[in-house]
Nanobody, 126 residues
Framework: VQLQASGGGLTQAGGSLRLTCAVS????????MGWFRQAPGKEREFVAA????????WYADSVKGRFTISRDNARNTVSLQMNSLKPEDTAVYYCAATRVNTPYTTYYFIQTYDYWGQGTQVTVSS
């Protein structure tokens, strides 16, 4: 399974960006999907996740109400709409996939995910 993230860039505080992750090489609906981020000098952290049907979503408290995760099972993509961006959102963002039988309660954890994309840089200036 290959994951390719895109859509990062530079924006000012209060701006918006939309990240997209294209998945290939597997049956997309067999995977729950997540987004993580890693800022310089910090550990990788959970941002958002979505169940394999798209019916359930989870968010880190720091992004709740500002970010929205969605998936298009016809196009094999998962997206992260990021609004009201803050300088502290600056990081490399990674998409990840976990097999469908993974318990939802573990979606917050890095070790849950089996496949990772290469990351896309998001920079928010103040």
């Amino acid at each position: 399974v290959q994951l390719q993230a895109s859509g990062g860039g530079l924006t000012q505080a209060g701006g918006s960006l939309r990240l997209t992750c294209a998945v290939s090489g597997g049956t997309f609906m067999h995977y729950g999907m997540g987004w993580f981020r890693q800022a310089p000098g910090k550990e990788r952290e959970f941002v958002a996740a979505i169940s394999y049907t798209g019916g359930r979503t989870w968010y880190a408290d720091s992004v709740k109400g500002r970010f929205t995760i969605s998936r298009d099972n016809a196009r094999n993509t998962v997206s992260l709409q990021m609004n009201s961006l803050k300088p502290e959102d600056t990081a490399v963002y990674y998409c990840a996939a976990t097999r469908v039988n993974t318990p939802y309660t573990t979606y917050y954890f890095i070790q849950t995910y089996d496949y990772w994309g290469q990351g896309t840089q998001v920079t928010v200036s103040s």
